[in-house]
């Protein structure tokens, strides 16, 4: 979109017959925001959507986490929780009203170079795509069109989308641990395409080798440990009535280290992943793709447009990637001594100043300032 509207001729490739979102619940954060303000979407993705004021953890009784958006003192600054089907929509409907021509059922295998300095993509079933100046890879963790680098995570985790329950705070994002390899979190989603009532999705961590095993000790066996851990969740757990009403997503730690290609750019997942610990994920993909259109925007050429773009992002996404690294484990690893810190120590400093404040600012994608060079600012939204 943003592209498009500086003038460039732009074709999107999409896998799916038709075009899908996948995944449930996640967070857009004020980085996040200010672009889709950019985009004059920010009232619309706001309206479907819950404001989260706070992020609050425990365990064993035991406050480990208590992160509030009012200590960084900006008026109506948060978060909000939304259905990942809700910002597909939003983005697809206004690519859509936009005339943005999608081609279906294209999933892109690879990608060469022609004698002319433009970039072709290569599809599964062998066929190739025009030529064009420029390829943007949005296409994820698990993309072909760069090497392999990274690692893939021990712990991802088990989501599903539920109606929301009065017994949980409607404007904050709760967990509940036992040390690091326990983990239970719900987070107010607003209302995704076509529901009517407000949803909260609703998420297990788990080790990916021990999704097998899950599924052989059957619903009734995992109920029975949430509820151990939080009780209160059981008027959400009765909601879930099969297996195959959450979905296991896998996560990976990789960071490009040359994001760029002749006539290609790497964005998103496709440059940098990490757990979602931080929930930075869809945010970090929309400041790339500003950054992307800003740099073409303001560069003689396709190239030294591509390296601004890196230029602008570049300090953010090292650092954020460090801070998942460095965070992630805390959270979800097999290691006890790392949560006995965080109960202990990092849990009773996190309701107190300047923490609080530092991790208001982390959680809300600011560290390092990242809207500056794109010429972006923070400002809440007014409905």
């Not at 017959?17 to 009232?43: F, H, K, N």
Request: glycine share 10%; with cysteine.
């Amino acid at each position: 979109m943003l592209l498009a509207r500086d003038g460039h001729r732009v074709t999107i490739f999409e896998r799916f017959d038709a075009p899908a979102p996948i995944g449930s619940g996640l967070m857009i954060q004020p980085t996040g925001l200010a672009v889709l303000r950019a985009l004059g979407l920010d009232r619309t993705l706001v309206a479907r959507s819950a404001q989260i004021d706070r992020l609050f953890g425990q365990a064993n009784g035991r406050t480990v986490l208590d992160v509030s958006y009012a200590t960084l003192r900006r008026t109506g600054l948060c978060g909000y929780g939304v259905h990942r089907a809700t910002l597909f929509a939003v983005l697809h409907d206004a690519v859509a009203a936009a005339g943005i021509p999608i081609e279906t059922g294209r999933a892109v295998a690879g990608s060469d170079t022609t004698s002319g300095g433009g970039r072709r993509l290569v599809f599964a079933d062998g066929t190739r795509s025009v030529a064009f100046d420029l390829i943007v890879d949005a296409l994820g963790t698990r993309t072909p069109l760069a090497p392999p680098c990274g690692r893939a995570l021990r712990y991802g985790a088990l989501w599903a989308t539920l109606h929301a329950d009065d017994g949980f705070a409607g404007n904050a994002l709760e967990q509940r641990y036992r040390r690091a390899s326990m983990m239970a979190g719900v987070l107010p989603i607003g209302r995704s395409p076509g529901v009517r009532h407000d949803q909260a999705a609703f998420f297990w961590s788990i080790r990916a080798d021990r999704v097998a095993a899950w599924q052989d000790a059957g619903l009734e066996a995992w109920k029975d440990e949430v509820r151990r851990l939080w009780p209160a969740t059981a008027p959400l757990l009765d909601q879930i009535g099969h297996a195959d009403q959450l979905t296991f997503a896998r996560y990976a730690h990789r960071t490009l280290a040359r994001p760029t290609a002749p006539a290609m750019i790497h964005i998103g997942d496709a440059w940098h992943s990490a757990s979602p610990q931080l929930g930075q994920g869809a945010n970090m993909a929309l400041l790339d793709a500003f950054a992307l259109a800003k740099g073409l925007r303001d560069a003689p050429d396709i190239a030294g447009g591509i390296a601004a773009a890196v230029t602008m992002r570049s300090r953010h996404v090292r650092l954020y990637q460090a801070l998942t690294a460095l965070f992630t484990p805390v959270y979800q690893s097999d290691s006890r001594s790392l949560p006995f810190v965080r109960d202990r120590l990092v849990g009773p400093l996190s309701g107190t100043w300047p923490a609080n404040r530092i991790q208001a600012l982390m959680v809300g994608g600011l560290i390092g300032s990242p809207l500056a060079p794109l010429g972006l600012a923070s400002a809440p939204v007014l409905i």
